[in-house]
């Protein structure tokens, strides 16, 4: 099971020409779909002048939701292009944006697919990549005497204790890597539960 995903840790620009055209391209951490439209908003806005804003992104850490748009450039010319970029660096929760300035010469199917997969890898290229473990959390209930036990446990493990209540009867939250959940489930019932 991968419990770990590959993302960005902020936004990354990069730069393009080909025929006289720009290409301009923006990598940007995103986490949902409406972060994903507020940002698509903002560049349409800012770059109002130019011929096409085309992005595509991915979300989530299963890499399911993702979708991509060609902006009234011929189909398939530039989001896809655009996803394939995200996909062949396997990273997720990322909007690869890319604006472009017509430069009076077309391009045609092929230089466009070149051009708009080009600019985006130009953008991933320069973002700073950071791989992130999917977490799962885990409740344990005991007795006050086996605190140190279970302290013992959250230090060797390196856990972190998201919240706790020490009383006679304790609770404590802890987030551990979701591969090693169940292994640290079992090693907390031993400790509490010996028989």
């Excluded at 660096?89 to 997969?117: K, P, Q």
């Excluded at 977490?135 to 856990?159: A, C």
């Amino acid at each position: 099971m991968n419990d770990s995903y590959k993302t960005i840790k902020k936004v990354a620009e990069g730069y393009y020409t080909a025929k006289r055209s720009r290409f301009l391209s923006f990598a940007l951490p995103v986490q949902t779909v409406e972060e994903v439209s507020v940002f698509v908003q903002e560049y349409r806005k800012k770059y109002h002048n130019a011929t096409h804003v085309c992005w595509a992104y991915m979300l989530g850490t299963d890499r399911k939701s993702f979708r991509a748009n060609d902006d009234g450039e011929p189909s398939s010319t530039a989001g896809k292009p655009i996803l394939g970029q995200i996909n062949a660096n396997s990273l997720t929760d990322i909007l690869v944006i890319v604006v472009r300035y017509f430069g009076g010469i077309e391009l045609g199917t092929s230089g466009l697919i070149v051009a708009y997969r080009t600019a985006a890898a130009c953008a991933i290229e320069a973002v700073e990549k950071e791989e992130r473990t999917i977490n799962d959390s885990l409740t344990v209930v005991f007795e006050y005497s086996y605190l140190n036990s279970i302290m013992r446990i959250v230090k060797e493990e390196h856990l972190k204790i998201v919240s706790k209540k020490i009383d006679m009867t304790c609770e404590m939250t802890l987030c551990t890597q979701k591969k090693l959940s169940k292994q640290l489930k079992d090693r907390l019932q031993k400790r509490i539960n010996p028989s």
